[in-house]
Each structure stands twice: as C-alpha cells, then as structure tokens.
C-alpha cells in the first residue's frame, strides 16, 4: 500500500489546518487508518485512529481539537486539526493497518505552529 498525504504546513497558536492521506495500490480491505506524530528529539507518537467498524481512538493531548475522518470508498484518511498549539508542532505521518497486520507508512507532512 503507497501512502500519499497532502497537507500541513505553518500556522499560529490558535489557527486550523487540514491533513489528508490517500492509500493505493492494494486489492485489500484497510483496517485501520491513522496519523503520528514526531516532534524533534521526541518518539513517534499516535495522534489518531479510525477503524473499518467506525471506531476512533484520540490521544489526550488533542481529544476535542482534532477530528478524524475516512471515506473508505476512497481510501482517504483526513485529520482537521483545530486551536492548534505550539506542541503540536511535528511531523505528520499517516498509517494504514491491511492484511494480516501489515502496516504502511506516509511520507510525513510537517506542522509548524509558531507566532
């Protein structure tokens, strides 16, 4: 599965921004879809997930920020990301779980919250 995301980009405390991931190239059902997060000098961490039965999962730190959102048809996995804050300043991956397990990987897209 190739993984493209769009999106990201620079912003001011406060602001919004909009994160897109499109999958191809497999024939196979995606389970789940989510993004990470790398801040420098930090661990990747799970920003958010949505599973093919609807279930989303969210990290505290932007529960009632962010919103996830799929549309399986098109294989896409969006993250709006509003009153964004300086830590959350990162680089941006999107993830997709398929068959048996297997895990695909974006290129990552950076977010730059400063003012």
């Known amino acids: 599965v190739q993984l493209q995301a769009s999106g990201g980009g620079s912003v001011q405390p406060g602001g919004s921004l909009s994160l897109s991931c499109v999958a191809s190239?497999?024939?196979?059902?995606?389970?789940?879809m989510g993004w990470y997060r790398q801040a420098p000098g930090k661990q990747r961490e799970l920003v958010a997930v949505?599973?093919?039965?609807?279930?989303?999962n969210y990290a505290d730190s932007v529960k009632g920020r962010f919103t996830i959102s799929r549309d399986n048809a098109k294989n896409t996995v969006s993250l709006q990301m509003n009153s964004l804050k300086s830590e959350d300043t990162a680089v941006y991956y999107c993830n997709v779980v398929y068959f048996r397990g297997r895990s695909s990987w974006g290129q990552g897209t950076e977010v730059t919250v400063s003012s």
């Open positions: 190239g497999s024939s196979f059902s995606i389970n789940a």
């Open positions: 949505t599973t093919s039965g609807g279930t989303t």
